[in-house]
């Protein structure tokens, strides 16, 4: 399983962005995916997740209202539209991917229950 995230780049605050992870396995339906960022010196954290169906969405506090995620499962992509931007909102964003069956919240929001990682995409937000 191989993913790749891309749409990173420099924004201003206020601005947005549109992130996509595309996955290279034929069952991409059957896994759910996520998003996490990490910012210089701090964890990584998760950011959004997305059921296999894309009917159930979960977010961080501090996304919920300016994030959205979506899956196309024709198109084997995840996206993160992310909006309103803060220079808070800086890191790397990395998207995951978990083949669960029915999880509990708590697994879905924990970084080392996903099984599969792409190589992260670079969100700067300038004030």
């Known amino acids: 399983v191989q993913l790749q995230a891309s749409g990173g780049g420099l924004v201003q605050t206020g601005g947005s962005l549109r992130l996509s992870c595309a996955a290279s396995q034929r069952a991409f339906s059957s896994y759910y995916y996520g998003w996490f960022r990490q910012a210089p010196g701090k964890e990584r954290e998760f950011v959004a997740a997305?059921?296999?169906?894309?009917?159930?969405?979960y977010y961080a506090h501090s996304v919920k209202g300016r994030f959205t995620i979506s899956r196309d499962n024709n198109k084997n992509t995840v996206y993160l539209q992310i909006n309103s931007l803060k220079p808070e909102d800086t890191a790397v964003y990395y998207c995951?991917?978990?083949?669960?069956?029915?999880?509990?919240?708590?697994?879905?929001?924990?970084?080392?229950?996903?099984?599969?990682w792409g190589q992260g995409t670079l969100v700067t937000v300038s004030s």
């Open positions: 997305v059921s296999r169906s894309g009917g159930r969405t």
């Open positions: 995951a991917a978990a083949r669960w069956g029915s999880p509990i919240l708590s697994t879905i929001l924990n970084a080392n229950e996903y099984d599969y």
